[in-house]
């Protein structure tokens, strides 16, 4: 099924997180049962997380959040560079949400084995369709080089169909991470990619416009069964796009 692309673009990167976060509030508020929900990393998600933080406090029903991450990297909780550390700075730690309600990726030790114990973690916390996991929404980053959570172009979990979870490199660093898979990214009821900046503009575009050589860009095997994906997107990420009326 082809993916309808469903752009909000917004003037500056915190508009951008206020679109997103009204966004996430109306999922919230059409549920009654628990929303599953994969963090992104890197630092778009920042401004996010602030912005919950200070605007959101009393109105996203937080104890139905089911907070899961996409991918982390392979360092403490407590190092700069950790996707769950950085969340619990700028959120967790300043709203109503319980660890319980909280499933952080923790690859200090053998990344294998927690990749192994990530995946069985999705299978026993989330419903499934097709054998995969759901989430209620998936948030994507984007790199520069078109990766996705930790899928990274030319490397092996661009091809992954059966595991839900693999260990991925960083392509320059060499940093171990671990990553969910497109199979459980493109499971989810509802993906959404938050992307902000000039120097994300071009792949942007490469993507959305499917120009000669999209396809070795991870995030554009991104294709939700849902049939959908939301692109939230600052003007700078967006300067590339072609509107209709151009
Ligand atoms: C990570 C991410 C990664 C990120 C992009 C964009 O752990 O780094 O999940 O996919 O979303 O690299 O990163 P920035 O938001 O820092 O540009």
Known sequence: MPTTNILHISATPAKTAAS????????????????????SGGSTPNLLFKHLRTAYQDQLRWDSLQ???????????????????TARTLLLDHAPIQP??????????DPAAEATRYAQLMRDKLPAEAGVPVF?????????DGHTASIFPGSDLMQEQA???????????????????????????QVVFLVTGASKAERVADILHKRPGYQQYPAAAVQPISGHCHWFLDEAAASQLKTEAA
């Open 163 to 189: 595991q839900l979870t693999g260990v991925a490199t960083h392509p320059e660093s060499g940093q171990k991470r671990i990553s969910i898979t497109l199979p459980v990214i493109n499971q989810a009821e």
């Open 136 to 144: 209620q929404l998936v948030i994507l980053g984007l790199g520069a």
């Open 20 to 39: 997103f976060a009204s966004f996430l509030l109306q999922l919230d508020s059409e549920r009654q049962a628990p929303n599953a929900v994969a963090l």
């Open 67 to 85: 907070l899961f991450w996409g991918d982390e990297r392979c360092v403490p909780h407590n190092h700069e560079e950790s996707n769950f550390g």
């Open 100 to 109: 319980a309600q909280l499933h952080p990726i923790n690859c200090q030790g």
